[in-house]
C-alpha cells in the first residue's frame, strides 16, 4: 500500500481543508464553534455580577473572576444536544467566593454542586455536557485548584 501525504489545514475562521496530493479530493468545511459544529472553541470573558449569565450561542469557554458569592444562571441562547460549555471560575484577590445558587438547567452527580476552591486567586473548572433528553447540563468534571 502506497501512503501518501495529505493536507489537512484548518484555518483562523475555522475552516477545516483537506487535499490529497494527486488533487483527487478536495473538501472543505466551515464551522463555528460549539453548538454542535466544529471549529476553535469560542472563549468569552463572562461580566462578574450578583448573577452571571452565559450564552449558549456565543460561548464554549466561559471565563470569570469572581468578586463575591454568585449565582449562576441558565444560559440564554439555544443549546444543542451535546454541547459543551467549561466555565472557568477564578478567586478574585480576597477569596472564599462561591456559587451560591445554580440555574434549574445545572445538574451534579449526587444532585449537589461541587464546592469550590477558596483560596485567592486560584481557579476551578466545571465541564458541563447538554443532555437533551432531560433539558440539563450535565456536569461531567470538575478540576480544582489550579
Same mark, same amino acid.
Given at each position: 500500500? &502506497?501512503?501518501?501525504?495529505?493536507?489537512?489545514? %484548518?484555518?483562523?475562521?475555522?475552516?477545516?481543508? #483537506? +487535499? &490529497?496530493?494527486?488533487? +483527487?479530493?478536495? %473538501?472543505?468545511?466551515?464551522?463555528?464553534?460549539?453548538?454542535?459544529?466544529?471549529?476553535?472553541?469560542?472563549?468569552?470573558?463572562?461580566?462578574?455580577?450578583? =448573577?452571571?449569565?452565559?450564552? $449558549?450561542?456565543?460561548?464554549?469557554? $466561559?471565563?470569570? =473572576?469572581?468578586?463575591?458569592?454568585? =449565582?449562576?444562571?441558565?444560559?440564554?441562547?439555544?443549546?444543542? !444536544?451535546?454541547?459543551?460549555?467549561i466555565y472557568r471560575l477564578k478567586q478574585d484577590a480576597t477569596g472564599s467566593r462561591l456559587i451560591s445558587t445554580w440555574g434549574s438547567i445545572y445538574r451534579f452527580s449526587g444532585g449537589t454542586a461541587p464546592t469550590l476552591t477558596t483560596?485567592?486567586?486560584?481557579? +476551578? #473548572?466545571?465541564?458541563?455536557? #447538554?443532555? !437533551?433528553?432531560?433539558?440539563?447540563? &450535565?456536569? %461531567?468534571?470538575?478540576?480544582?485548584?489550579?
Amino acid at each position: 500500500m &502506497d501512503h501518501i501525504a495529505a493536507h489537512l489545514i %484548518i484555518d483562523s475562521g475555522g475552516t477545516l481543508t #483537506y +487535499d &490529497d496530493p494527486a488533487g +483527487d479530493i478536495h %473538501i472543505a468545511v466551515t464551522g463555528g464553534g460549539g453548538g454542535g459544529t466544529s471549529g476553535p472553541p469560542r472563549v468569552v470573558a463572562l461580566t462578574d455580577g450578583a =448573577t452571571i449569565t452565559p450564552n $449558549a450561542d456565543t460561548t464554549d469557554i $466561559a471565563t470569570v =473572576t469572581l468578586g463575591g458569592n454568585r =449565582t449562576m444562571a441558565n444560559p440564554t441562547g439555544t443549546l444543542v !444536544a451535546g454541547q459543551k460549555l467549561i466555565y472557568r471560575l477564578k478567586q478574585d484577590a480576597t477569596g472564599s467566593r462561591l456559587i451560591s445558587t445554580w440555574g434549574s438547567i445545572y445538574r451534579f452527580s449526587g444532585g449537589t454542586a461541587p464546592t469550590l476552591t477558596t483560596t485567592a486567586n486560584k481557579t +476551578d #473548572y466545571l465541564g458541563f455536557v #447538554y443532555n !437533551a433528553v432531560d433539558s440539563k447540563l &450535565d456536569c %461531567i468534571a470538575v478540576s480544582k485548584n489550579f
